[in-house]
């Protein structure tokens, strides 16, 4: 289930050659090494951790930086991008694939314990994750350095038992939200009408449809082509979307399910040449997803001036 650390980590360093950034403050000597060539250095050692046995989990802190004449480029950071909440980078302890691979330094450390491993960029890529060539940005000969704190160590089993409780705690708290947000979404509907001191009665599906110039053309009808320009806001005021801003009208065939429903029932009260104001709750609009800047059980404000039917 869970893949060893060289081959899950490709991906990530591949991708974060567009994040190249700050130089760090990583040791520039005093490492040891193995009879492998594994290059090493502890920072703190806690020899009466646990120590890690083939197949396990590691929860780690890491960071992974590109070696190079002018410094240190940071690739990754658990921090920034975790597995588990804390800043956890998992990694399952696997055999070496080379000489000098991060896995036999694994093997030495104990919980508690922080270290740096120097290897080659070479052997990492073109060995452990079986690629081609070289990421681009990474000459041949580079090293690369992992700075590894051991905070934990899991069977795969616990681990995965770990994970399934963290979703299920993420699923709960997911719902809450949701109960919550459907549940405040009437009242503040309330007290958006009550602020703007609106006196229109909603329609029955709840849409507010107010008529802010009365159009002379004739009154569209369902099939029709309508021609629209709009503006659209959330509640708290926050514009996000307008065609206004585009200077681009949007046509679409009122009743046909091209727009939300809001759209298609208020539009259709409109006469040619009007302007409205719509409040449409969330049950006719992007509903328990949301979309885009829009979220879930979102009421929405839309400013519509109808120009013309075809």
Request: hydrophobic share 35%; glycine share 10%.
């Amino acid at each position: 289930m869970f893949q060893t650390f060289s081959k899950f980590s490709s991906a990530i360093v591949i991708g974060s050659f567009l994040l190249l950034s700050a130089c760090s403050d990583n040791p520039n000597g005093d490492f040891e090494s193995t009879d492998t060539g594994l290059s090493y250095k502890f920072h703190i050692e806690n020899e009466d951790g646990k120590a890690p046995k083939q197949g396990e989990i590691l929860f780690t802190h890491m960071a992974l930086s590109l070696r190079g004449e002018n410094g240190d480029s940071l690739l990754f950071d658990s921090q920034t991008f975790p597995d588990y909440p804390g800043g956890i980078k998992f990694i399952q302890l696997s055999d070496p694939m080379f000489k000098g691979d991060m896995m036999e330094g694994l093997s030495m450390m104990h919980i508690g314990d922080s270290a740096s491993f120097i290897v080659s960029a070479d052997s990492f890529f073109l060995v452990s994750n079986k690629m081609e060539s070289l990421p681009p940005g990474v000459k041949a000969g580079q090293k690369l350095l992992f700075n590894i704190g051991l905070v934990d160590i899991q069977s795969e089993e616990e681990t995965m038992k770990k994970l399934s409780d963290l979703r299920s705690e993420m699923s709960m708290k997911k719902k809450q939200d949701m109960d919550r947000l459907m549940a405040e979404e009437p009242e503040d509907i309330a007290n958006y009408v009550k602020r703007k001191e609106i006196t229109t009665k909603p329609t029955a599906s709840g849409l507010y449809y107010i008529e802010t110039e009365k159009g002379s053309g004739p009154k569209v009808k369902p099939g029709q082509k309508v021609t629209v320009h709009y503006t659209g806001y959330l509640l708290n005021g926050k514009k996000f979307d307008s065609s206004f801003d585009r200077d681009q009208p949007f046509s679409f065939t009122l009743g046909k399910g091209e727009v939300i429903g809001g759209w298609d029932e208020g539009i259709g009260m409109m006469n040619v040449g009007s302007s409205a104001t719509f409040i449409i709750p969330s049950v006719l609009g992007y509903g328990s997803n949301g979309s885009g800047t829009i979220p879930p059980f979102a009421p929405l404000v839309f400013e519509v001036q109808l120009l013309k039917v075809d």
